[in-house]
């Protein structure tokens, strides 16, 4: 069956890095797009980047864009997130999830998500 | 930036009880919008993709309608098991979510 699971969160001073990773199983992972998303504690859905299938099409939100990277590392089934110069406001649950093949569409499974916590 | 308004933020309903929630587009979407439940200290699911089509293994009682820019999520019947936060989600770039309505059960 489908599963993903994020790892690489913990506490961080601001300004700090860290790097996420998603382990994909079930699927071949180099069919799909992939997004992250997060949630900050109590809050609402945030998307912030997705990658496509081959690597080519890489998208972020203003909100991270020039301080996170995606990337994705289709034989070792892998998609990491590099978060660098971390905000007090990065702090959430981040979440990795299955997009489309063909186009980004919906987000078919999610990981159980990873916490990160930026702090002093 | 396409923007999604939910409504309403919350509906305390007791069991049995029809669930309606919607989501407004601030600009035409055709039918990219696609509904997830997240229960407490879970990771959001998949219910509804491209505005109706159930995903695999949605129990019945989860539908939904609408195109362009006014959706929504009709839960008939609500089960205890229903009591969860509800996000739409519009897939054209970027990806943008709903605010979430929050489903409790009286």
């Known amino acids: 069956q489908v599963q993903l699971v994020e790892s690489g969160g913990g506490l961080v001073k601001p300004g700090g890095s860290l790097r996420l990773s998603c382990a994909a199983s079930g699927f071949t992972l180099s069919d799909y797009y992939m997004s992250w998303i997060r949630q900050a504690p109590g809050k609402g859905l945030e998307w912030i980047s997705y990658i496509s299938s081959s690597g080519n099409t890489i998208y972020y939100a203003d909100s991270v864009r020039g301080r996170f990277t995606i990337s994705r590392d289709n034989a070792k089934n892998s998609l990491y997130l590099q978060m660098n110069s971390l905000r007090a406001e990065d702090t959430a649950f981040y979440y990795c999830?299955?997009?489309?093949?063909?186009?980004?569409?919906?987000?078919?499974?999610w990981g159980q998500g990873t916490l990160v916590s930026v702090s002093s | 930036e396409i923007v999604l308004t939910q409504s309403p933020d919350f509906q305390s309903v007791t069991p049995k009880e029809k669930v309606t929630i919607t989501c407004r587009a601030s600009?035409?979407?055709?039918?990219?919008l696609h509904w997830y439940q997240q229960k407490p200290d879970q990771s959001p699911k998949l219910l509804i993709k491209?505005?109706?089509q159930s995903f695999s293994g949605v129990p019945s009682r989860f539908s939904g309608s609408g195109s362009g820019t006014d959706f929504t999520l009709t839960i008939n019947s609500l089960e205890a098991e229903d009591a969860a936060t509800y996000y739409c989600?519009?897939?054209?770039?970027?990806?943008?979510f709903g605010g979430g309505t929050k489903v409790e059960i009286k």
């Open positions: 491209y505005g109706s």
């Open positions: 600009q035409s979407i055709g039918s990219s």
């Open positions: 989600h519009q897939s054209n770039w970027p990806l943008t």
């Open positions: 999830a299955r997009g489309g093949i063909a186009v980004h569409g919906y987000l078919d499974y």
